[in-house]
């Protein structure tokens, strides 16, 4: 007990270091955590994809595309319950700067198929029947205050030319981790105005999206779907969109990687300067761990003392910076929102935040505090005066 | 452990050598020191500067090891225990008065003074009584929630008497106690020490440059390069 006041006090009586090497800490873990939540959003997209979906597409590459034809073939395939199609669109609307997503699809089976974007019976009716509708998500609405029937133009990159759309639906996500900044127009429209400009690039799919009954059901599926198509001019891929979404994601993984090294890093670093600050601490208290032996406590008592007053340090720090990474979190997700599908942070940061806390008071802790027991009685009196 | 110490004799010394590393070298400090403390006794160990004072005192209270010779106190030869053992042996038989009191800055007159008494299985209500005791005998019931920078170096010294003698230890050393103060000052010390001797019955083994804190004492002994000399040179 006594010893908890001894280190309390201890800490207390230099506040200004003491406050500073708090603020570090807390800086440090508050870096981390919104490191690692950055990070960790790149998985969201892979996580939130069905088990029961599988992706086709040209098995060289993504920007190779597959022919419409393949369509009633794939539908045939034993365990297929739909099919839906679609390409990639790449159109910018005003700035390139603000960019999202858009694909041409396939209306009635791409809803079908995609139960988290929940759009109201008249809405979806309004798009399907309307070959300029398109859809988008409330937040990518929001951002630009579009209205339904508002007339949106998009300029084509992969396809070139201006195109022209009404807004026929706003879609939510069912779930807070669904991509909402994304807008889908039909495929016919784009096909049929490709016929007329460049045929050569008409009837052809930039991927198939396959719904399947049972996620086991997955390996036979795509197996069958390939061999369908081998040594055909295009061959397939397929996989589960999961997969694909890890292939996809792998591209930018990389940055993650690098993020999350960061994140490490930082606590290194942070590690290093609470061990210095400690060590600086118990040298100048030598002179004291020396009375306390003098009068009988022991190596323990004087482990204690030292010891607690690292944990002390870096646990308060790690807890304000745990405290502070939900409001920077809200900060960041309102900021980047638009960016962003969802920033929560996740239950297992904040464990290793902890942990990390309690590591970084450890590794501190170490060396001053052997120091500290190891001193001979009489060198470490002979510092005081 | 040696029994045949005469009942009188509180600390025994014999035959004790000291020396330390410097820079490679052996550098002797003490050499075949022998010396008996009776039980009662104000002595003043007096030598000039590097004579090694501070280490045979240091030898006696057990806070550093002889390389030969042994030291009995109160029957037990504290040559012969390990560090946890001279730690709980320190904690029961010697109480320690320094020159720069070394108080704990981050406790108060009452902590300080309530120091070793944590070590004893005492309740927290012997503990209050007790240190409450000591602090009466050194004049500072009323300042005992002050912290050591609140008060006069003559008053710190003072808390650090009461802590010393708070756990009733068999011998009190003190390491030039009246060094850092004014003469004044000095004079009280130095009367208190009287008084704990006289009073309260206390061995006390002092070092000290200080002709008057020397008059104090009932004997004093002179070290010179290390050796006991009998007359002041
Ligand atoms: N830990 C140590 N390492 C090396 N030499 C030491 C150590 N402790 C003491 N000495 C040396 O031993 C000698 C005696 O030191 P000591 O402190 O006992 O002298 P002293 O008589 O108390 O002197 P003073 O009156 O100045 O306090 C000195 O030469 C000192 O430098
Ligand atoms: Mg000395």
């Not at chain 1, 001894?6 to 270091?17: K, Y």
């Not at chain 1, 998985?43 to 190779?64: Q, Y």
């Not at chain 1, 029937?149 to 396809?159: A, P």
């Not at chain 2, 300042?143 to 808390?159: A, I, N, T, W």
Request: a neutral charge; hydrophobic letters at 45%; proline letters at 3%.
């Amino acid at each position: 007990m006594f010893i908890l006041k001894i280190f309390f006090r201890n800490a207390l009586s230099h506040r200004l270091r003491t406050g500073l090497t708090i603020l570090g800490i807390t800086i440090a873990i508050l870096a981390f955590g919104l490191l690692r939540t950055v990070a960790g959003l790149w998985h969201i997209g892979v996580e939130r994809s069905l088990a029961t979906r599988l992706v086709t597409r040209n098995a060289i590459s993504l920007v190779f595309s597959l022919p419409i034809s393949y369509y009633d073939r794939i539908r045939q395939v034993p365990g297929v319950k739909s099919v839906s199609y679609g390409n990639w669109f790449g159109g910018v609307y005003i700035d390139e700067k603000y960019f999202f997503a858009n694909e041409a699809i396939e209306p009635q089976s791409f809803l079908e198929l995609y139960p988290e974007f929940i759009l109201s019976d008249d809405q979806k009716q309004a798009f399907i029947h309307d070959r300029k509708g398109c859809i988008v998500g409330k937040k990518l609405a929001s951002r630009y205050g579009w209205k339904l029937g508002d007339q949106l133009i998009l300029k084509g990159t992969i396809f070139p030319g201006q195109w022209e759309f009404v807004l026929r639906g706003i879609f939510r996500g069912a779930e807070k981790s669904t991509e909402e900044r994304v807008l889908f127009f039909h495929w016919d429209y784009l096909n049929e105005t490709l016929k007329k400009t460049v045929p050569r690039r008409a009837d052809q799919v930039g991927f198939y999206i396959i719904g399947i009954d049972k996620p086991e059901q997955a390996a036979q599926v795509s197996q069958d779907v390939d061999r369908l198509f081998k040594n055909s001019l295009a061959e397939t891929l397929t996989e589960t969109e999961k997969a694909f979404q890890l292939g996809f994601a792998s591209m930018t993984g990389a940055i993650m990687v690098a993020i999350q090294i960061v994140s490490y890093v930082v606590i290194v670093i942070i590690m290093a300067v609470v061990a210095n600050t400690m060590a600086m601490t118990a040298r100048e208290r030598i002179g004291q761990y020396a009375i306390f032996k003098t009068m009988g406590f022991k190596g323990y008592h004087i482990a204690g003392m030292v010891f607690g007053e690292s944990l002390l340090i870096s646990i308060t720090g790690c807890i304000c910076g745990i405290l502070l990474t939900f409001p920077a979190g809200h900060l960041f997700g309102d900021l980047l929102g638009d960016y962003l599908p969802s920033f929560e942070v996740k239950q297992s940061t904040i464990y290793m935040d902890l942990g990390f806390g309690v590591l970084v008071g450890i590794v501190a802790g170490i060396f001053p505090t052997v120091r500290a027991v190891k001193i001979r009685i009489a060198d470490g009196l002979r510092r005081i005066g | 452990m040696d029994n045949s110490q005469p009942q009188h004799t509180v600390v025994s010394i014999e035959g004790v050598a000291k020396s330390y590393w410097r820079g490679g070298q052996v550098v002797p400090v003490l050499e075949d020191i022998s010396l008996d403390i009776e039980r009662g006794e104000f002595l003043a160990l007096m030598g000039p500067s590097g004579s090694g004072k501070s280490t045979l005192l240091n030898l006696i209270a057990g806070i550093d090891s002889v390389d030969a010779g042994s030291i009995i106190v109160d029957g037990v030869n504290i040559v012969g225990l390990d560090e946890s053992e001279l730690a709980d042996w320190r904690a029961a038989h010697v109480g320690f008065i320094f020159q720069f009191y070394n108080l704990i800055p981050v406790l108060t007159a009452f902590e300080n003074v309530e120091l070793p008494l944590l070590l004893t299985s005492l309740s927290r209500r012997e503990r209050r009584e007790h240190v409450q005791a000591a602090l009466s005998v050194v004049s500072l019931q009323d300042r005992m929630d002050h912290y050591p920078s609140q008060l006069s170096g003559g008053q710190q010294q003072r808390v650090a008497i009461a802590r010393a003698i708070v756990s009733d230890p068999s011998i009190l050393v003190a390491d030039e106690p009246t060094g850092d103060l004014d003469r004044i000052s000095a004079g009280e010390i130095l009367g208190l020490m009287g008084r704990l001797n006289s009073e309260f019955g206390k061995t006390i083994i002092m070092v000290t440059h200080d002709p008057r804190a020397a008059e104090k004492a009932h004997t004093i002994r002179y070290l010179e390069k290390g050796v006991m000399v009998d007359v002041h040179p």
